[in-house]
């Protein structure tokens, strides 16, 4: 079982909906970040969380610690959201991120 | 502030090649992350470096080699090049708070595409 799991693996949704991708771990950590990759590109962070919730225009970020869980929430949808989420984990002893598979996300016009 | 810059953004390399690949850290941060990204794969940890060592190191063989110089800047070496080395390699900084294990936000770079032929 890998250590960071997200859900779902792919989505499609219309534009305007609202999204949610969900990550679940199972290692003590010390920080989750929400990360976001378009198709060839860099990796850029949308946020860092190790408690309560986020928010950043039309992103929302959750976390529950005693549940090992976090949630990611897109609202109003865009075309241009359409990228890979990757969550990933700082573990509370170890340097490095550990990363979850991705959830590739695909926004319809 | 120009973030994380690294350099070149594109490469192509033969078999048995060596390449160096550069990463300047965002400005005020102290720790350099390397990551590799194979097609269609997540990240893979390489190493990370601070106060110019290599401070922890994934599963990557001994032709991985890096470096950090003193103004925070990193190279990532690999040497005897292989088809499979071909990816991503990604760059991240970061701030290390006193040397202790509290890991602040990441930030990476656009990447350099390597391609092995």
């Known amino acids: 079982k890998n250590e960071v799991e997200q859900s779902p693996q792919n989505l499609t949704a219309q534009e305007g909906e609202f999204i949610t991708i969900n990550c679940s771990y199972s290692v003590g950590i010390s920080a989750l970040h929400w990360l976001q990759q378009h198709p060839g590109g860099g990796i850029v962070s949308l946020f860092m969380?190790?408690?309560?919730?986020k928010k950043h225009g039309r992103l929302i970020a959750t976390i529950n610690i005693q549940e090992k869980h976090s949630s990611l929430h897109i609202t109003a949808s865009h075309p241009r959201d359409s990228a890979v989420y990757i969550c990933a984990v700082s573990g509370d002893s170890n340097y490095q991120l550990i990363w979850g598979a991705g959830t590739k996300l695909i926004i319809k016009p | 502030d120009a973030g994380v810059t690294q350099s070149p953004t594109h490469l192509i390399k033969t078999r048995g090649q060596q390449v160096t690949l550069r990463c300047s850290p965002k400005?005020?941060?102290?720790?350099v992350s390397w990551y590799q990204q194979a097609l269609g794969q997540g990240p893979q940890f390489i190493f990370q470096?601070?106060?110019?060592?290599?401070?922890q190191r994934g599963n990557f063989p001994d032709r991985f080699s890096g470096h950090q110089f003193p103004n925070y800047s990193s190279e990532l070496n690999v040497n005897a090049l292989l088809l499979g080395d071909s990816a991503l390699y990604l760059c991240?900084?970061?701030?290390?708070?006193?040397?202790?294990?509290?890991?602040?936000?990441?930030?990476f770079g656009p990447g350099t595409r390597l391609t092995v032929l």
């Open positions: 400005s005020g941060h102290d720790t």
């Open positions: 991240a900084s970061s701030r290390t708070s006193g040397g202790a294990l509290v890991y602040n936000e990441q930030f």
């Open positions: 969380l190790s408690s309560g919730k």
């Open positions: 470096y601070y106060e110019e060592e290599e401070r």
